[in-house]
């Protein structure tokens, strides 16, 4: 049997109240979780700190935050992409001509969990679309360009969508051509992400 850590115990017990009642006091906390006031206190302030819980403007009672929305969401996509990863990669490839990898964030990095090639280890570019580049990225070098865009989920992005472009197919397209082809397929492997549509 795993050793249970009081301080991690308390506050999923706290979200899990949260989620069944709708709401949670430092009162409740005390009352029906059996935490000290002043402990209840500093606990549904971190967890709001954190954003996993929010205080509604002059309101005693905390919600559920934005946090549990994005680790929930990130979870379902990871999930989906342990699964169907490759098989979407490949599709993607298909629809592009072009190798293709698919990320998620890891950190500060981004982990490929999906490509239609070979692995490759450069992911400079899929990390500035998870890292805060709106729209799309790009790394030009001698023989090929890679271009990220980011798939955003309802919480923020989820995923970033790379292609790998031989430089002299890039040179034959419009940069705001190849752009918008990388765009639409990070809308397009979204929209299976979050089951919105089944195949890209």
């Known amino acids: 049997m795993v050793r249970e850590i009081p301080a991690v115990a308390r506050a999923l017990d706290v979200l899990e109240y949260?989620?069944?009642?709708?709401?949670?006091?430092a009162g409740e906390v005390t009352?029906?979780?059996?935490?000290?006031?002043?402990?209840?206190h500093e606990l549904l302030a971190t967890l709001a700190e954190r954003g996993y819980l929010a205080r509604p403007a002059k309101r005693a009672a905390y919600t559920l935050g934005p946090g549990v929305g994005r680790l929930g969401e990130a979870w379902a996509v990871r999930q989906r992409l342990e699964g169907e990863g490759e098989p979407l990669a490949k599709a993607l490839a298909a629809w592009?001509?072009?190798?293709?990898?698919i990320a998620v964030p890891a950190g500060e990095r981004v982990r490929v969990v999906a490509c239609s090639g070979a692995p490759d280890g450069r992911t400079e570019v899929l990390c500035r679309v998870l890292t805060g580049t709106d729209g799309v990225a790009r790394e030009i070098a001698d023989e090929e360009v890679r271009l990220a865009a980011g798939v955003r989920g309802a919480w923020g992005p989820v995923a970033a969508l790379g292609l790998r472009v031989?430089?002299?197919?890039?040179?034959?397209?419009?940069p705001a051509q190849w752009d918008a082809r990388v765009a639409a397929g990070a809308a397009r492997l979204?929209?299976?992400?979050?089951?919105?549509?089944?195949?890209?």
Request: hydrophobic content about 40%; some cysteine.
């Open 166 to 174: 031989p430089r002299d197919c890039w040179l034959r397209v419009p």
């Open 31 to 40: 009352s029906r979780l059996g935490v000290p006031r002043t402990t209840a």
């Open 18 to 25: 949260a989620l069944a009642e709708g709401r949670v006091s």
């Open 96 to 101: 592009y001509g072009h190798e293709v990898a």
């Open 190 to 200: 979204g929209r299976v992400l979050t089951g919105a549509t089944a195949a890209v």
